[in-house]
């Protein structure tokens, strides 16, 4: 019973706090620009029209473009399940959990990347080449942080290998997965979310023909990602695992809140990079982490 | 006894097909269908708990005895070859029946028994004779099958690419068991962990199997065999012919003393193949190309957690080595079934259109649903993708990898780039299948072939329902396997007491039950919400552009161009590129062909190099009868030089 | 005795020379002609008492080898009317130099082979292998099947030789295997001859080389 | 003296041929003679007579592990011989006829011949009676063959006549009485002179290599056997080269008793391999089938004395090989002669697709094909395996990955040929091509048999076989 409530207001947490974080980033950029800017509940508004829109198919598309959001948001929900949130830790931890983590992602960007390419549009095929093409570097950056905690910690679930390291390690790893959350969310230098332009898109092209329900799937799935992501930082660079429950929930928020800040400060003083120098980016992240691996291993053999 | 009679009637009842083929279709099918599901039950008794079974006949065949034996690891194949050589025997029925190739449609059901009944005799045989008789009557009925269609040119080429290299493996193989024969004095195979000097053969033993196997430089005739042949033929030669050099590997990786740098060999040639199959597959326009090139990734795949349990061993019977070789063996079942799903959806394909090349095809999900939504599960099941089983075995060969990354030995040095391989290598894969499955089945029909498909008929439609059935399973209720995965683990290691599954399976098992609840649901759920909200059709509408044409979708060559250009350096793409100019440019064209590096840039200078010695030789034979006395002379005084020399 | 045979040995040697120096078929044949008469009547030089077997041996040498294949070449060459072997493979002068050589190299080795002490000062282990040398540098060196078979017959005329060292001990051996051998050159001269009878052809090698790689 | 029967028979047959009047029922005395000769030989296989020391003419346990293949090939070509034959009605075959039970006669006797010059005169006696069946065809190839074929081999020959001189003085030198009997010599042994023996042993291989065909003495071979019909080229490469590999075995036991044996092994090792390369290079470039053959019989024989340079068990399984050798030497062969009847044309730019015309002849060819490039459950996977086996077992390791090697060359060449004849889409030309041949039973019945009988020789060696070919082996090397 007990368990099951937890489960639930966990699910709550995921489901709700979500859509807050594009809208607190909005509002950083708009702040930085000197704009008022949409109110930081905007993406709930949207959420909440969608949701009550009708939708308009592609006259290409099979069931497939309807099922396809609805997958991925659900596998990107699943994936957030998983992991542990500060002291709450976690309902459901497993070794491995952390390597199913990593695929549910993969699922939903294959759902997305499908619903993507059933309309035959060759703008949507172009963001779906860019999404799967990039998420190669992307892996194994993500696969080489997840290898350097586990290394770090000597268990390969989220639950036990989230005790992070002090010292340089733990920065690369930051910067590092700080990287590959830009990266995996498509957020400026690697994409820029609120271009009008869709040759320079990833993201925002895939999903040009959704509208209603799915679209709204689409955003809040991409706004879960977010959070997920940060969350995971946050875990792996902060030692908040010896804090008292509190102390360590307020670091958690603190924590998430800091990297959606910083990842508004970026998009609002960095230019979206060319595409052509978006693998050196992303091999560089990839190699900030095989660093922290390496200090990792050492401390380890030490 | 009656071990005996159920496998004593499995290979009659084949003999019995592969007689009938010729004439009587209906026959043939009872007959095979009989005869694998025999086979089936025996391997499933023995996989069960059942006894080992083992039988000497009284006779001699080429002077030896003939020693048969089922244990759990022969078991553990031969249910595949049992699966999928029953399957695709139904699938051919509607595939390759004689009204459509009344030349090649008797020989091919004739060659599909040879081809099952040998491969099964392959894993039975416990002597090193009749291994390699059954290994080489094997090769030679696939070779038959690969080669069914042999007007065509290609096709011929591709069969004796594919002869050329199984028989420079078998003579690999004719030096691996000769060696054994001579150093531990009989034929007879078994366990020789004793004897430390035969370490040195496993080298001998990886080329043999290796080339078979299709790892990485040893694959050059897969992907054309696997091209060109008809597409049941080719579901069974990369889900479960290309199986025989692994179990091979195995076999002789358990039965053999190993030399020292076995593990870290295997794991590096498991990474490589894994990686560049998993490129090279990406860049295909070939629908089976690509499929045949994802057979090499994912040998790759199942060597690296063979490799890892190489290392375990070599490192005190290691937890993480019997994870990861758990995780191979699964993959094993795995890929045989979905590949061959895979094989058989694109034959379907293939059967409705016509054509292998994706760039021509498109749309095809209005015209064969069932083939689509089958080949799209397959693909997810195959970029191991939760909650399929795909995603289960490498699961376990990951969980392998991280302890042994966490185990801080220097082991470590191997196991981590291998790990990463092991990611990119799935990024790759999705990346592929989602290339092939949407270029295939999504968007707009590129041509009038893709327009006038038609779905396959029950016979090719039931086997493929029956490999997704078996995915589904795996996928969900992977403890049930355990047991037998863990008996084959004991006969592979004797130290490795096969226990429990461990707790995390279980909790896998049961997460992608909910898994796959919840996606079902949401997707229903979603699907009810927009029919509420009203759904209507509408042009793609592609920023605006008002008239969309086929050709102006994504091809699958962009599709891949960006990762694939990434490996540019293994993939040497070759493209001709026409630019169109002026003011009203006539024609403008690109054609990009991507070459089997390996064979054109490394196996052919070494061919040309020997057809130049015998263009040379063929020079000194003139007709000239002087120049014919003179090599009798020369004969004359070099003989007499090597025993002038010799007998000083 | 000895140095009666000697005399005939050195004679073939001799002769060998003038074969592998001529360029004229007349006269090469005649030359093998000769040989083949020199060495058949050495029989009777050696043998104490003259056996019947063996006196018909050197007639059948002396009549086949002197006469019949001589008479048969002849005749071909008329017919085919080439009377020169005037492009060789190995020239003249040069074959006239290794034979030379090969005939010194054949009284060395034939001086360090290890004898019976009856065949120490004989000539017959060098003569036969110089002879041996030069049908095969015959063989090699002409382009014209006629002088080729003469090269033919001149080896069989050193491995005669090498007989006789044993015609005392095991004559059946050396008497059978000369007799063969005769029947092989008429073998290969009959053929030759069919041949040129029918085609008219003058059968240089170098035309027949239909059969080739 | 029932053995002196296997001479006699075939001899007495072929006079009676020569004198037979009908031109159409005289093939007949072919299969008769042949099944005679066959019946005797397996008769005195079972029951073996005693051979004499001194025997010049016995059937020794040599003899008797090699000649009831030569037989048996013999009798395939023969019950092949009568269809061909009246196939051939233009020519009159009052010579081949005769010529050919002629040359199963001197066969027999060179197999069985335990003197150093019988053996020699029974060799070259084969060699000239299986000259007219070169010359059967009567076209200017045939001639061009012949002539090569005889001045070639006649200089092989003739070499070895010079060794078997050499040979015979060597037992002089020693002190020898003049007995020339293999037993004899090798009784003689260590007193016999090295010098002598050693240049003996040279002439000898390189002569009676040249019958065998070793490279480099191999090169009337392609000739001969291409312009020769199925049935010649079989017993060429079945029969001639059976007996002068005998003959090369008889002179190795005598220098092994010498003293010289290690010398003598690596000679024959490094010709065989040699020959096995040359073989291999040849065949990856060849384009006309029936040349092809020749040369997968030039690497057989390399095979065959690879296998007797390893001794022992090597040497056994080269007895093994001789029956695979011949058998599907002999179905290759005669099959391959009614592809060339029905196609006319003899080489992979002229001929293809016979799958669709000559389905039968095809599929044999194809089977012969494997069997040849030993590909199991055929005869030939066994010898060789076991020749690779004990190849390694005498430490030749690197001779045996040689080996294997050639193999792998050979295999490429044969099967690029022989598909490319026997796939693909048939020459229109080929259809018209020579109506009066028709795949009959006649036909297909003998190299059918041979195949069958390697298949059965490999899978089911018969025990009195391994035993004669253990005897034989006794009798060349006795200490073990």
Redesign the interface.
């Known amino acids: 019973m007990i368990s099951i409530l937890e489960f639930l207001a966990r699910l709550a947490v995921w489901l709700f706090l979500a859509p807050l974080l594009p809208g607190v980033i909005n509002k950083v950029k708009a702040w930085v620009a000197g704009r008022r800017g949409p109110p930081v509940l905007q993406l709930y508004y949207d959420l909440a029209r969608l949701w009550h829109k009708g939708v308009v198919v592609s006259t290409f598309a099979s069931p497939g473009f309807i099922a396809g959001p609805a997958v991925a948001w659900v596998a990107v929900l699943a994936a957030a399940l998983l992991l542990p949130l500060g002291p709450l830790g976690t309902s459901l931890s497993f070794r491995g959990d952390v390597i199913l983590l990593i695929y549910l992602l993969a699922l939903a960007r294959f759902c997305t990347a499908w619903a993507a390419l059933e309309t035959g549009s060759a703008f949507e095929g172009m963001g779906a080449a860019r999404e799967v093409s990039y998420a190669v570097l992307a892996e194994a950056a993500v696969i080489t942080a997840v290898l350097t905690l586990s290394m770090q910690s000597g268990s390969v679930s989220l639950s036990a290998m989230l005790t992070p390291s002090v010292g340089p390690g733990a920065v690369l790893l930051a910067v590092g997965l700080f990287a590959v959350l830009l990266a995996e969310n498509c957020r400026v230098p690697f994409d820029d979310p609120n271009t009008h332009l869709e040759l320079t898109m990833i993201h925002e092209v895939m999903v040009l023909d959704h509208s209603g329900p799915p679209l709204a799937a689409v955003l809040h799935g991409a706004a879960m990602k977010l959070l997920l992501f940060s969350v995971l930082l946050v875990q792996a660079v902060l030692p908040i695992g010896e804090l008292s429950v509190a102390a360590a929930s307020g670091a958690m928020i603190g924590g998430v809140l800091l990297v959606t800040v910083a990842v508004g400060f970026t998009e609002s003083l960095t230019a979206r990079v060319a595409f052509r120098r978006v693998p050196l980016l992303l091999t560089t992240a990839f190699l900030l982490c095989v660093f922290a691996l390496l200090i990792a291993w050492k401390g380890g053999a030490a | 006894m009656m071990m005996d009679w159920l496998i004593a009637g499995a290979v009659i009842m084949l003999v019995a097909a592969a007689l009938s083929g010729a004439r009587f279709p209906r026959v043939w099918l009872a007959l095979t269908l009989a005869g694998t599901a025999t086979l089936l039950a025996t391997a499933f008794w023995t996989l069960g708990g059942g006894a080992e079974w083992d039988w000497r006949s009284s006779f001699?065949?080429?002077?030896e005895r003939i020693h048969l034996r089922l244990d759990a690891l022969s078991a553990w194949f031969l249910a595949l070859v049992a699966v999928v050589g029953g399957g695709g025997a139904v699938y051919a029925r509607g595939y390759w029946p004689d009204c459509e190739h009344p030349a090649s449609a008797g020989r091919g059901r004739t060659w599909w028994s040879m081809l099952v009944l040998c491969m099964s005799l392959v894993l039975l045989c416990a002597n090193g004779?009749h291994f390699?008789?059954a290994w080489?009557?094997f090769a030679?009925s696939a070779f038959f099958l690969i080669?069914l269609e042999?007007?065509r040119?290609e096709t011929?080429a591709a069969g004796?690419l594919y002869?050329?290299a199984s028989?420079?493996g078998t003579?690999g193989l004719?030096?691996f068991?000769?060696?054994l024969?001579?150093k531990t004095g009989s034929w007879e195979l078994g366990p020789m962990r004793d004897h430390a000097e035969l370490a040195p053969l496993f080298w001998v033993a990886l080329f043999g199997f290796g080339v078979k196997a299709g790892m990485f430089p040893l694959h050059i005739w897969l992907p054309s065999a696997h091209a060109n042949a008809p597409s049941h033929v080719s579901a069974i030669m990369s889900g479960v012919a290309i199986k025989m050099g692994l179990y091979g590997l195995v076999r002789f990786s358990g039965w053999l003393p190993l030399p020292a740098g076995a593990g870290w060999v295997v794991l590096a040639l498991g990474a490589v193949s894994a990686v560049l199959g998993a490129a090279f597959a990406l860049a295909q326009n070939d629908l089976k190309r690509l499929l045949a090139y994802c057979s090499v990734e994912n040998m790759g795949v199942i060597l690296i957690g063979l490799g890892v349990a190489l290392l375990g061993t070599a490192n005190g019977d290691t937890a993480w080595g019997r994870l990861a070789m758990a995780g191979a063996l699964l993959h094993v079942w795995n890929h045989g079934a979905f590949k061959a799903l895979l094989f058989f959806g694109a034959g379907s394909v293939l059967h409705a259109t016509g054509t292998r090349e994706m760039s021509r095809l498109?749309?095809l999900?209005?015209a064969m649903p069932w083939t689509?939504s089958l080949f799209?599960f397959g693909s997810?099941a195959i970029?191991?993708?939760?909650p399929l089983n795909g995603?289960v075995s490498e699961?376990l060969v990951?969980?392998g990898l991280?302890?042994a990354?966490?185990s801080?030995t220097r082991v470590?040095v191997a196991i981590?780039p291998a790990?990463?391989a092991?990611?990119?290598t799935?990024?790759?894969a999705?990346?592929g299948f989602?290339k092939a499955?949407?270029?295939v089945?999504?968007?707009?029909p590129r041509t009038q072939v893709a327009v006038h498909a038609h779905e396959c008929g029950w016979w090719m439609r039931a086997p493929m329902l029956a490999l997704a059935g078996i995915c589904a399973c795996l996928a969900l209720a992977p403890a049930a396997v355990w047991p037998f995965i863990s008996r084959v683990l004991v006969g592979w290691r004797s130290a490795w007491s096969g226990g429990k599954p461990?707790?995390?399976l279980i909790?896998?098992g049961y997460?992608h039950l909910a898994?796959a609840a919840?996606?079902t649901v949401?997707?229903i759920?979603?699907?009810f919400?927009?029919r509420t909200?009203?759904?209507?059709?509408?042009?793609?509408?592609?920023?605006g552009y008002a008239l969309?044409t086929?050709r102006?979708?994504?091809t699958g060559g962009?599709?891949?161009?960006?990762?694939s250009g990434?490996f540019g350096w293994v993939l040497r793409p070759e493209r001709r590129l026409h630019w169109p100019r002026g003011p009203f440019p006539r024609q403008a064209d690109f054609v990009e062909r991507i070459p089997e590096t390996v064979l054109e840039r490394v196996i052919g200078p070494v061919g040309d190099a020997?057809?130049v010695?015998?263009?040379w030789?063929?020079?000194r034979?003139?007709?000239?009868?002087?120049?014919?006395?003179?090599?009798?002379?020369?004969?004359?005084a070099a003989?007499?030089a090597?025993?002038?020399f010799?007998?000083i | 005795m000895n140095d009666w045979l000697n005399l005939l040995i050195g004679l073939a040697m001799g002769l060998n020379l003038v074969a592998l120096g001529t360029s004229r078929l007349p006269s090469l044949i005649r030359v093998a002609a000769l040989q083949g008469m020199v060495l058949g009547i050495m029989p009777l030089v050696i043998e104490h008492e003259l056996r019947l077997l063996a006196v018909a041996v050197a007639i059948a040498t002396v009549a086949i080898k002197g006469l019949v294949i001589p008479a048969l070449l002849r005749r071909a060459m008329r017919t085919a009317n080439i009377d020169r072997d005037l492009h060789p493979l190995i020239g003249f002068l040069p074959s006239l130099l290794l034979g030379a050589a090969g005939m010194i190299g054949a009284v060395v080795l034939a001086s360090r082979l290890p004898l019976l002490p009856e065949h120490h000062e004989s000539l017959l282990v060098a003569g036969s292998l110089a002879s041996v040398l030069a049908g095969l540098l015959l063989l090699i060196g002409r382009s014209k099947a006629i002088s080729q078979v003469c090269g033919y017959l001149i080896l069989e005329n050193g491995i005669y030789l090498f007989g006789l060292l044993l015609i005392h001990s095991v004559p059946l051996l050396v008497e059978g295997g000369i007799l063969l051998d005769l029947t092989v050159a008429v073998f290969v001269t009959g053929i030759i001859v069919d041949r040129i009878q029918r085609a008219f052809d003058s059968l240089d090698t170098r035309k027949l080389t239909v059969l080739r790689e | 003296m029932k053995e002196l029967l296997l001479i006699i028979v075939p001899l007495v047959a072929a006079a009676l041929a020569a004198l037979w009047p009908n031109n159409r029922t005289r093939p007949w005395f072919l299969p008769v003679a042949a099944l005679m000769h066959t019946l005797l030989s397996f008769g005195l296989l079972l029951y073996p007579p005693e051979a004499p020391f001194h025997a010049w003419f016995g059937y020794d346990p040599l003899a008797r592990a090699m000649l009831p293949a030569v037989s048996l090939l013999f009798l395939g070509c023969a019950a092949y011989g009568v269809p061909y034959l009246q196939l051939r009605s233009e020519r009159s075959n009052r010579v081949f006829v005769p010529a050919f039970l002629a040359a199963l006669g001197l066969m027999s006797a060179a197999h069985m011949a335990r003197h150093l010059g019988l053996l020699w005169i029974a060799t070259e006696a084969v060699t000239l009676s299986s000259v007219p069946l070169l010359h059967f065809n009567n076209t200017p190839r045939a001639f061009e063959a012949t002539w090569k074929y005889l001045l070639v081999g006649g200089t092989g020959i003739a070499l070895s006549l010079l060794g078997s001189f050499c040979l015979g003085y060597a037992s002089l030198h020693g002190g020898g009485t003049g007995d020339l009997t293999f037993a004899g010599l090798v009784a003689q042994g260590a007193s016999l002179s090295r010098p002598w023996v050693l240049i003996a042993w040279v002439l000898l291989l390189v002569g009676y290599g040249t019958k065998m065909g070793l490279a480099p003495m191999h090169t009337w071979k392609p000739d001969a056997y291409g312009e020769a019909s199925g049935i010649v080229g079989a017993m060429l490469a079945g029969g001639v080269t059976t007996v002068a590999f005998t003959a090369v075995l008889r002179v190795r036991a005598v220098v092994e008793a010498a003293g010289a044996g290690v010398v003598a092994n690596r000679t024959l090792l490094v010709i065989g391999l040699f020959s096995m390369l040359v073989a291999a290079l040849f065949l990856l470039s060849a384009r006309d089938f029936k040349r092809m053959l020749a040369y997968s019989s030039v690497e057989h024989m390399g095979i065959l004395s690879f296998g007797a340079a390893l001794g022992g068990a090597g040497l056994w399984a080269a007895f093994f090989h001789v029956w695979n050798n011949s058998m599907t030497k002999g179905a290759l062969f005669l099959s391959a002669g009614n592809i060339r009847r029905a196609a006319g044309g003899r080489t992979v730019d002229e001929v293809s697709g016979m799958s669709v015309i000559t389905p039968r002849s095809a599929a044999l060819f194809v089977m012969g094909l494997f069997a040849v490039t030993a590909c199991p459950p055929f005869g030939p996977f066994f010898s060789e395996l076991l020749i690779v086996k004990s190849a390694f077992g005498t430490g030749h390791g690197w001779a045996a990955a040689f080996f294997l090697g050639c193999l792998l060359l050979a295999f490429f060449g044969l099967t690029r040929v022989v598909f490319a004849i026997v796939y693909g889409r048939p020459r229109q030309a080929a259809r018209e091509m020579d109506p009066k041949f028709r795949e009959t039973l006649a036909v297909i019945v003998p190299p059918v048999l041979l195949l069958l009988l390697s298949l059965w020789l490999g899978l089911f060696t018969p025990e009195v076989l391994r035993q004669s070919w253990t005897a034989a082996v006794q009798q060349l090397s006795p200490t073990p």
């Open positions: 001699a065949v080429g002077g004779l390699l008789m080489e009557a030679l080669t042999r007007e040119r011929r004796w002869l050329a028989h420079a003579l004719f030096a068991f000769s060696l024969a001579t498109g749309g999900w209005r689509a799209a997810a970029s191991a993708l939760p995603f699961w990951y969980l991280f302890d990354a966490a801080h470590a981590v790990t990463i092991l990611g990119v799935g990024a790759l999705l990346a989602v499955s949407a270029v089945f999504l968007g707009a461990p707790a995390s909790t896998l997460t898994l919840s996606l949401a997707a759920a979603l699907w919400r927009s909200n009203g759904v209507r059709r509408a042009l793609t509408w592609d920023c969309p086929a102006m979708q994504y962009s599709f891949a161009a960006l990762a990434w020997v057809m010695a015998s263009a030789v063929r020079q034979q003139q007709g000239s009868l002087p120049d014919y006395i003179l090599y009798l002379v020369a004969a004359l003989m007499g090597l025993v002038l010799g007998s």
